[in-house]
C-alpha cells in the first residue's frame, strides 16, 4: 500500500554467466537495468562483443520472418477480435505446455513455417499474375473473335506491319478511306466489326509506311491495340483462355485453401514471435553491460521486496555471480513503483492514470480508493446498472485474461459495479423509477420534491469532507518530516477556518451555539492565516500584506467543493434519462399486438445505452476530483517509472499451468 | 394555445437545439481527427470511439434540460398546458445557461478531444490523459446544467 522501496543493485561476474544472468533477470522482471557509459573505468561494454551483436541480429531475423508469417496469415485469415479486446488490449491464450512445445526447438520449426509461407506466398502470387494477363489477353482478344487468321502469322511477315486499332463508336470523324488515302505505301484495310462502344479495325501497311499510317489513324482518333501474338485464330486462342482461366481458378482456389490451413499454425507463430522478440531484448539488455576481458558489471535499480527470491535465482544458475545491493543516494533518481494489493489494487489505476508519486511522497491509492467508489456509485445510481455492470466484468475477466492496467481497470469496473448496486439501493433507482412503485429507496428519492436539494447537499458535502482530509494528509505529511510548524500554519487555520466558516453557515439549523462557536473559529482561523502566511517575506509589512492577501485562497476552496455538484449533476441525469426512457416504453404499450415487443425492445437498449455513457462519465469525473480537488492539496507527483528488464509478450497470454 | 405556451416551447428548443448543435460539430471533430489514425492502426478504434463519446455529453444533459421542462410544464400529459408571456419567460431564462455553456463547451471540448487523438497514436497508454483533458472543459457545462435543472425544477 505505498511506493516500492528501492535498492541499488550492481551485478558483477564472468562473461560466460552474462546470458544466464539476463535471462533470469528477465525471467523475475525486477531490475531495471540503467545502460552504462562507455569508457568508465574498466573499459567497453559488451555491445563490443561479436556474440552479443550476431545474437542481435540472430533473433531480428526470426522476428522477422514471424512477422511476416503472421502478415501472411492475416491477408488469408483475419483471427477474430471482439469488440471489448480493442479496449483492453488482445492477446491469444495459449497453455504453458503448448507454448513451451512451440518454442523447444523453436528455430527449426520457424524456419519451417516460414519456408512454407514464402512458398505458398509465391504460388499464390504466380497463380494470380497467371490469371491476370489471360483475363487481359481474352478481353484483348474479344472483339477479333473474326479474324480468322492468328495474330502470329503477321508477325512473320516480312515487308509488311499489322496495325490494330480501336475507335470509339460515338466520336464523328473521317471514314477510314479518306484517312488513310492520304498515306502514301498503304496495303490493305479490314472492318474486324463492333461491340458497344467501340469499333475495331486492322490496317495492313508497309513496312516503311507504318510510322505515317499510326499518325495519320491516331489524328483521325484511332488508337493503336497491342494484340498478343498467339500462335492460334483469336476465338481458338480465346477457348483456350477460357479453360486455362477455369484450371487456374481450381488451382488458386486449392492454394488458398491451403494457406487458410497454414493458419493452423497461428499460435506457433505467435509464441516463436514472442519468443525470438524477448530473446532478442536479452541481447540487447546485455548490450548495455561493463565488460572487461573476462568480467561485466551491470548496475540498475530492484525493488527490495523482490531481492530474495532475485538472489535466490542467480545463486541457484550463476554461482559466480555476485548481487550487491545499497540504499540509494540523497540526489540520485530513485524509480517508482507502486503496490497496492487486496481491495486498493485496482485503484491504482486511477493514480497510475495521472502519473507516479515522486519517491519519498505519499501513495494516494489507498487514500482515493473509498471516495473513488463513492463517487462512481454516485454518478450511476441505479441496482440494476450496477449488477449489470458487476456481472459483466466478471465475466470479461474470465473471457479476457489480462494483466497489468488491464486487469486493474476491469477490477475497477467490478467495484464499481458493487457501488452503483449500493447507491441504486439507496435512492431506490431500479432502471430509473420502473419498480418504484414497490421498491421504496432507503435514504431519500432525488425526483421527490426535496430530493434534488438533498443530492446537492451530499455532494456538497463529500467535496468538502474530502478537500479537508486532503489537507489532514498534508498536515500529517509535514508532521512526518518534522514540519510541524507548516502542519499548523499552513493546514491547521485553513481547517479551523473552513471548519468555522461551515458551522457559520450550517450551524444555526442545529442551534445559536453551533453559529456562535463557528463565528469565533472562522475568527481565530483567519487571524492564525493572516499572521503566519506572509511568514518567509522579509518585513512586516510584507508580512502582513501576503498574510491578508491569502485569506483570498478561500475562493479557491469554494470552488473546489462547487466542482463536486458534478456528482449530483451525472447521478441525476442518469436517474432522469432512466425515467425518460421507461416514459417512452411504456407509451409504446398502446401499440396493439406487438405492444410488449416494443416495450421491451426500447427499454432494454435505452437502458444499455443510458448505462454505457454515464460508465464513461461516471469514471471520468469521479477520477477528475481526485485529480483536481484531491490530489492538489497533498500530492506530489513527476516520479519516474519502474520500467524493470521483464518479458514482455505482443501476441500470447500464457496460462501458467500447475504441474499435476 | 397562448403565446406563453409558445416561449415555454421555444425554451425547450433552446435547451435541447443548442447544445446538440454544438455537441454533433464536437463529435464530428473527433471524428475526423480518428478516422486519420484508424486509417493507419484500426487496432485503435476502441479507444478512439472513447474519446470521441466525451464531447457528446452536452446533447445528452441538454435533451435532459429539455425533458425535464416538458416533464414540469406537463408538455408529456394530454393537454398542452397555457402559460402567461411571463410564465413562458422564465421558461427560456432557465433553459440560456445549459443552451449556451452546452453549445459553447461541446465545441471546444470537441477540439481538446481531437487533439487528444494524436496522444491515442503516439502514446495509446496515456489515453487517460488525453480523456482528462477533455473532461476538463465538461466541468462547465455540468455546473450550467446544475443551474438549469435547479432553476426548472422550482418553476
Sequence with gaps: MAIAEMLKVAIVGFKDDAACVTDIMQKCGAVQVEPQEAGSPGGGRLDRAVDIQAGISHYESYVQDMKYVLDFMDKHKQIKKSFMASFIGWHYRIGEREYGRHVDGGETLARRITEEARQLDTAIASVNERIKTASHDTEVLGPWKGLGVAPSSYQKAKSVDALFFSKEKSRKDLPLPDVLEAVKGFAAWHEAGSDERNAYCLVLADKAASQAVSEAMAAAGYARVELPWTEERPDEAISRLSRELAELNVELAELLKKASDFCGHRAAAFSLFDHFSNKKAQNETAAGFLASGTAFLLEGWIRKDKLASFEKAVAAAAPRVAVITREPAEDEDVPVDLINKGVFFPFEAVTRIMGLPRQGSIDPTPLLAVFFFIYFGTCMGDAIYGVILTLASLFMMKKIKTAGMGTMLLQLMTAGGIATILFGILTGGYFGDLFSRWIKPLWFDPMSENGPLIFLGYAFAMGAFQVLFGMGIKAWDNLRSGKWLSAIYDQGFWVVLLLGVGLLIGGGALGEVYSKVGKYMSIAGAVGLVLTQGRHQPNVILKLGSGIVSLYNITAFMSDIVSYSRLFGLGFTSIVIGIVINYMAKMLLAVPVVGYLLFLVVLVFGHMFNLLINVTSAFIHSARLQYVEFFGKFADFGGTKFEPFRVFNKYVDIDIEEAK | ?155
Aim: charged fraction near 10%; proline fraction near 4%.
Design chain 2, 1 to 155: 394555445m397562448t403565446l406563453g405556451t409558445i416561449l415555454a416551447l421555444f425554451s425547450i428548443g433552446i435547451a435541447v437545439g443548442l447544445p446538440g448543435y454544438g455537441s454533433s460539430y464536437g463529435v464530428g471533430l473527433v471524428g475526423e481527427a480518428g478516422a486519420g489514425v484508424v486509417s493507419e492502426n484500426p487496432d485503435k478504434f476502441g479507444q478512439i470511439l472513447l474519446l470521441q463519446i466525451v464531447p457528446g455529453t452536452q446533447g445528452i444533459y441538454g435533451v435532459l434540460a429539455g425533458l425535464m421542462i416538458m416533464l414540469r410544464a406537463g408538455f408529456l400529459s394530454g393537454s398542452i398546458p397555457s402559460f402567461t408571456v411571463l410564465e413562458g419567460v422564465a421558461y427560456i431564462m432557465a433553459a440560456l445557461p445549459i443552451g449556451f455553456v452546452g453549445w459553447v463547451s461541446a465545441i471546444y471540448q470537441g477540439r481538446v478531444a481531437a487533439a487528444g487523438v494524436g496522444i491515442i497514436a503516439k502514446k495509446p497508454n496515456e489515453m487517460g490523459k488525453a480523456i482528462l483533458f477533455a473532461a476538463m472543459v465538461e466541468t462547465y457545462a455540468i455546473l450550467s446544467l446544475l443551474v438549469s435543472l435547479l432553476l426548472i425544477i422550482r418553476l
